[in-house]
């Protein structure tokens, strides 16, 4: 029980008439990196927004820490260290990578109403922190939209690790970018879940998921079709099991069909 | 991370940071249009009417005056601006305030500093108004302020001639002389240094041997505070920090934790403050309020913050950049009358000066976020 970091029992939301998600649990432990999967319309998205506390969940429970808690707000999710890196990163790209990196969180100096953001220090801060993942900040003044996706994405996520995330949940980080880019982001996964962070990985993208993921949940239509160890299951396997792959034996069948009927 | 890599990498950093010059670092600034904009239109008016009169004392006290009125407003808008929205209604506040001050004062018998608390306590509410809709509805603070616009002007006009019967409130300069704080907005400050350089005839005396320019208008003095005071704002503070965040990307700042909504009512509060600032400077300077004053003000300061290299999509600009493009456009409108040019075309000039700012901050804008 307590080696879990947080632990998602049963969490149901719907909207209206409509179930968005049923009985969905999760369980994120120590260094593991647990990849959420599913297609488009799964439930993804909802999910993400009520692990993070966007939405509250209308059934189950969270446990943080062994305590059972209600996320009002996304900032009672990241005070307890669940940080959420959404697709869009929340970055602004007009802004500098350190303006960026302290964005909400700036250290001050001074006292009273004389307390002003330090600049200096938070350069030094974002510059070693992105020089750690090997991210070559020439500059920390310099506006994020200089960036490539894959550094902005390490910015995001390294952003949220120093501020003290225990629990990263990761929302599609690798789907906007390129082979080379994509496998420097998953390595920086893997590095972060093995200094002892858990990581919720979500993605379609089975092939990103396989070689970093611990253990798999896959979501179809609002449920969850379980959770599996990466020992149990192989990647056809897990191919299969997502709604795309069932959808894809069909689409092969037919279009078999068709090339006969061709033929004939 | 070893020590010794550590030192490599620091090394190998420093290899890889370019030496840029200063030049370059000047051209990425967003206060570069307007700089160089000053310094033209500073040079065009030294060569076109450098003999004039317009550069002595009295002709500079008075296109900074100008400048400053409208740098107090512009200031505003544009951490306004940067912080992602619009106020159309400034123009309309001005008027508003400026009633505010005047119909208490006059009409009811109040002291006239605390008719000047009056009117501001309505521009914060004001303001309030205006962020809690735009923050509330997601409408556009454009649709929002416009609407605040015609209601203010027309609570303004109804309002004054309800009272008084007419759309003019004079006799205010009596209560000027011995209230507390009237002198904030309407003192000459370094009177005895004009004093001085009168006597030692360097400036232009009237004919009872008083200087012609008596001082520096307190106006000139809030237009420089403020600029100093919103460029620390933004620069320095954690606050300056969320105006950039929730200009440049409102979901991202919201989701990092930026209370975005607590920011831009703030500063359409701010907005609405500056307006009544120029209201006490305009009032007491006239001595009457006029249901008309401010009447297109919003726009002129938008030009300026424009002007000043902030961005009408919000996240990029400054206030020093504002500060210029006010001085630019009071230098312009007073200068021209030093010319043989037509005062007609001030405002061909006007539009055409903001096109060229517009294509030109984009520009800018292309450079930074490339790094090309």
């Known amino acids: ?264 | 991370m070893s020590v010794k890599s550590k030192s490599i990498q620091n090394k190998s950093k420093d290899e890889r940071l370019r030496k840029v010059s200063n030049l370059k670092v000047l051209l990425n600034r967003p206060e570069l249009g307007a700089l160089g904009g000053s310094i033209l239109v500073f040079i065009f008016f030294g060569i076109v009417a450098g003999d004039t009169g317009m550069f002595s004392a009295y002709g500079t006290i008075n296109f900074l005056e100008v400048s400053a009125n409208l740098g107090i407003i512009a200031i505003a808008a544009a951490l306004l601006m940067i912080g992602g929205e619009f106020d159309l209604s400034v123009g309309s506040m001005i008027g508003f305030a400026g009633i505010c001050i005047a119909i208490p004062a006059i009409y009811w018998g109040w002291p006239l500093w605390s008719s000047i608390l009056f009117a501001f306590s309505m521009a914060v509410l004001v303001g309030y108004a205006n962020g809690i809709l735009v923050v509330r509805t997601g409408l556009p603070s454009f649709i929002v302020t416009l609407a605040m616009l015609f209601i203010l002007r027309g609570a303004t006009l109804a309002l004054t001639r309800l009272i008084t019967g007419r759309t003019q409130v004079p006799g205010l300069r009596v209560l000027i002389e011995n209230d507390p704080i009237a002198w904030i907005f309407s003192a000459d400050a370094f009177k005895g240094v004009f004093t001085w350089l009168g006597s030692l005839g360097l400036i232009a005396l009237r004919q009872d041997g008083t200087p012609l320019a008596t001082g520096i208008p307190a106006s000139v003095l809030w237009w420089v505070g403020m600029t100093i005071f919103a460029t620390w704002l933004l620069m320095k503070t954690r606050y300056g920090n969320w105006i950039f965040a929730s200009g440049g990307d409102k979901l991202g700042a919201r989701n990092v934790g930026v209370p975005v909504g607590r920011v831009k009512i703030s500063l359409f509060i701010g907005t609405a403050v500056a307006a009544t600032i120029y209201a006490c400077v305009q009032v007491l300077d006239a001595g009457s309020a006029d249901t008309m004053r401010g009447f297109l003000k919003e726009l002129e300061a938008i030009v300026a913050a424009v002007v000043g290299g902030c961005l009408l999509t919000g996240g990029y600009g400054s206030a020093i950049g504002a500060a210029f493009g006010a001085l630019i456009f009071g230098t312009v409108s007073m200068g021209i009358y030093y010319t043989d040019v037509d005062t007609d075309w001030f405002k061909v000039f006007l539009g055409a000066m903001m096109l060229i700012a517009v294509i030109f901050n984009n520009f800018i804008r292309r450079r930074v976020t490339e790094n090309k």
Not at chain 1, 207 to 212: D, E, G, L
Not at chain 1, 236 to 263: C, F, H, P, S
């Open chain 1, 1 to 264: 029980m307590s080696n879990n970091l947080v632990e998602f029992n049963n969490i149901s939301k719907f909207f209206g008439s409509v179930i968005a998600l049923k009985d969905v649990t999760m369980h994120i432990k120590k260094g593991q990196i647990m990849c959420l999967l599913g297609d488009n319309g799964a439930g993804k998205s909802t999910l993400i927004k009520t692990l993070s506390g966007v939405h509250k969940p209308d059934e189950g429970e969270i446990i943080v820490d062994g305590k059972q808690t209600v996320f009002d707000s996304p900032r009672d999710a990241l005070d307890l260290g669940i940080a959420t890196v959404y697709q869009d990163l929340a970055l602004v790209s007009l802004m500098s990578v350190t303006r960026n990196f302290f964005m909400g969180r700036e250290p001050m100096k001074g006292f009273g109403p004389f307390k002003t953001f330090d600049v200096n220090k938070a350069n030094s801060i974002a510059s070693e922190r992105m020089g750690q993942i090997g991210i070559d900040v020439r500059d920390p003044s310099q506006a994020v939209g200089t960036m490539s996706g894959g550094e902005r994405q390490c910015l995001a996520i390294s952003r949220a690790i120093y501020f003290g995330a225990k629990v990263l949940i990761l929302d599609e980080p690798t789907s906007a970018l390129g082979v080379h880019q994509a496998s420097v982001v998953l390595k920086y996964i893997v590095k972060a879940a093995a200094s002892g962070l858990g990581v919720i990985l979500i993605t379609h993208n089975v092939h990103h998921a396989y070689p970093v993921g611990n253990s798999f949940t896959i979501l179809n239509r609002g449920k969850s079709m379980g959770t599996f160890d990466k020992k149990d299951l192989s990647r056809e396997k897990l191919l299969g099991m997502m709604a795309g792959g069932e959808e894809l034996d069909k689409l092969e069948v037919e279009l078999k069909e068709i090339d006969r009927t061709n033929k004939n």
